[in-house]
Every structure is written in C-alpha cells, then in structure tokens.
C-alpha cells in the first residue's frame, strides 16, 4: 500500500522559507507524476507545483511562480517543496501527492488525477 508522509511543515515570518519534504513507500511505479497541493480553512485545495518522474516537466501555479521550487530525488522516492518569500496568505495544510502514469500537464493540474495523498502537514506565516 501506497503512503506518502509530509514533513517541513512550521511556523515562519513573512519573507522566510521552508522546505517541505515528501516520501513515498509501500508500492513501484515505472513512473509517476508528483504534486503539491495547498488547503486553507474554508477555500478549496489548491493545486501548487507538479514534476513528472524525471523531473524534466515542471508546472506551477501563478499564486507560487518564481518564490517555490519543486525537485524530486527518485533514489530516495522523495519529493520537495522549496518555498521562499513566504506569505501570510500562503498559510494552509500542504498536501502531497501522487499518481500513476507519465506526466501530462493538463492532467497534473487536477486533484482528481492523483491516486494517493499524504496527510498534509500545516505552514503557516505570520506577518
């Protein structure tokens, strides 16, 4: 069975960074295509950045274009969130996820496209 832990996750100023983490075990894919996934109380989730296996493909978000950085290292089926010039409305639960299959960018942008998720873990910026 497929799980992905989220780590990172804390309290920052605004401006600052964090680093999320997300490790995935319990199954092989030949490939996949990895996402992060943001939810604020009240709003919908919302999709953020996603890399496919080879980490050659990279979509994001306008609301994260140029302040966060996605990157995987496959050797440790491990995903990364880099987030600089933190804001506080970036504060929410941050998902990752994961579905089967090759990347395809309109298909990454979707939450119904990912087959697993981690359990999210809480960032939140103060101003």
């Known amino acids: 069975q497929v799980q992905l832990v989220e780590s990172g996750g804390g309290l920052v100023q605004a401006g600052g960074s964090l680093r999320l983490s997300c490790a995935a075990s319990g199954g092989t894919f030949s490939s996949y295509t990895m996402g992060w996934f943001r939810q604020a109380p009240g709003k919908e989730r919302e999709y953020l950045a996603g890399i496919s296996w080879s980490g050659a493909s990279t979509y994001y978000a306008d609301s994260v274009k140029g302040r966060f950085t996605i990157s995987r290292d496959n050797a440790k089926n491990t995903v990364y969130l880099q987030m600089n010039s933190l804001k506080p409305e970036d504060t929410a639960v941050y998902y990752c996820?994961?579905?089967?299959?090759?990347?395809?960018?309109?298909?990454?942008?979707?939450?119904?496209?990912?087959?697993?998720w981690g359990q999210g873990t809480q960032v939140t910026v103060s101003s």
């Open positions: 996820a994961l579905a089967r299959g090759r990347w395809i960018t309109a298909q990454a942008l979707r939450v119904r496209t990912y087959d697993y």
